[in-house]
């Protein structure tokens, strides 16, 4: 990173204890670039600095027309928020995340029982959502193992497997 007055260069150890920059150094880059803290944060500001950042993926999921009577789980919940952070508020209007959200067995709330067809599809209908931007293959597998913690259904599909 090059400011006006300094070239700060990256960790070569690979040693993350090694800090970039000394703690005058991390001071003095906070005042220069304006960004009303130092270094470090306190934890306070991390958890405020997160839901700042978040808060349009939260706000995107809120807005999502569940089928009646329908609601998320946390986990859901939070797998959905990871998923449009990650690839912008576009990726709920896919079709495949319409598909699986307009699926009323998707939802904790889905009062009665589940065939193991209905199982199945569940299944096939998480991993096709969480289907979206191969080089994050690996998060997204974990999004989609998120979404389905403490269902009947599981992620048996891996994404990109249908």
């Known amino acids: 990173m090059i400011t006006k007055t300094k070239t700060y260069t990256k960790n070569t150890t690979g040693n993350p204890n090694d800090s970039l920059l000394s703690q005058a150094q991390a001071d003095d880059?906070?005042?220069?670039?304006?960004?009303g803290y130092t270094s470090?944060?306190?934890?306070?500001?991390?958890n405020t600095?997160?839901?700042?950042?978040?808060?349009?993926a939260v706000a995107a999921v809120n807005k999502l027309v569940l089928p009646t009577g329908q609601e998320?789980?946390?986990?859901q919940f939070?797998?959905?928020?990871?998923?449009?952070?990650?690839?912008?508020?576009?990726?709920?209007?896919?079709?495949?995340?319409?598909?699986?959200?307009?699926?009323?067995?998707i939802y904790p709330t889905f009062v009665g029982p589940l065939s193991q067809s209905q199982i199945d599809t569940c299944s096939k209908l998480v991993s096709k959502a969480f289907s979206y931007d191969r080089?994050?293959?690996?998060?997204?597998?974990?999004?989609?193992?998120?979404?389905?913690?403490?269902r009947?259904?599981?992620h048996k599909y891996p994404v990109y497997t249908l």
Do not use: W
């Not at 880059?29 to 960004?35: E, R, V």
């Not at 998320?72 to 986990?75: K, L, N, R």
């Open 135 to 150: 080089n994050l293959q690996k998060r997204r597998n974990e999004e989609a193992t998120l979404f389905c913690k403490d």
């Open 72 to 75: 998320f789980s946390q986990s």
């Open 49 to 56: 600095f997160f839901a700042n950042d978040t808060a349009s």
């Open 29 to 35: 880059l906070s005042k220069s670039l304006n960004l």
């Open 40 to 46: 470090p944060i306190s934890q306070s500001q991390a």
């Open 78 to 105: 939070d797998a959905l928020v990871s998923l449009t952070f990650n690839a912008g508020p576009g990726v709920l209007a896919t079709s495949d995340v319409k598909a699986m959200l307009a699926n009323a067995h």
């Open 152 to 154: 009947k259904y599981t």
